[in-house]
């Protein structure tokens, strides 16, 4: 080829790259590293929620109430999304919660509404749930799920150098320990 020794493309990149440093980090909002490339791991500085919240409408309820079922409870709150209640849910105490509402103490899981039966301030359980479960109904499945628990404070460690995208800001939380973006 006209006298020229023919590189492959690795060695013509490493010679294209040699002489450039990586420029040193710097701490940016998200929002302006949009476009750049993350230096170091990302970690959240806080849980979110920052309490145990329920999955479903339903009745907060401690576990040691559902030994035998049926079982009737009564009824000592109501616990809407974004609200709390100050109390104690004691011994034969259900509190009725619906989805996004922080679980109240004394409570430890979930019965989705479909598996009880409500008369006045007492509540009927027809089907239990696991301690810290939220069962879902024998007739619309056949499994439970853990309660939505606060997320730990997680730490995001790429396997190599990502480019922050739009789709990765305001992204919904990712599991703790996933490199996949």
């Known amino acids: 080829m006209g006298g020229r020794a023919v590189i492959s493309v ?3 990149l490493a010679r294209l790259l040699e002489p450039l440093a990586a420029l040193p980090p710097e701490q940016i909002s998200l929002v302006d590293g ?7 791991d990302v970690a959240a500085r806080r849980t979110q929620p920052p309490f145990a919240v329920s999955a479903m409408d339903g009745y907060a309820v401690r576990s040691e109430d559902l030994g035998a079922i049926p079982v009737e409870l009564r009824i000592v709150a109501e616990v809407p999304a974004g609200a709390g209640f100050g109390g104690h849910v004691g011994a034969g105490e259900a509190a009725r919660i ?9 409570t430890d899981t979930i019965v989705i509404q479909e598996d009880t039966q409500r008369n006045g301030d007492r509540v009927r359980v027809l089907e239990g749930a696991p301690r810290g479960r939220t069962r879902s109904s024998a007739r619309t499945a ?3 799920r853990p309660l939505s628990r606060p997320a730990a404070v997680c730490r995001y460690r790429p396997a190599t150098p990502r480019t922050i995208r739009p789709r990765f800001v305001g992204s919904p939380r990712r599991r703790v320990g996933s490199t996949s973006w």
């Open 98 to 106: 619906f989805t996004g509402a922080p679980l109240p103490a004394g």
């Open 10 to 12: 690795e060695e013509a």
């Open 142 to 144: 056949s499994h439970s």
């Open 34 to 40: 949009l476009g750049r490339v993350l230096a170091e």
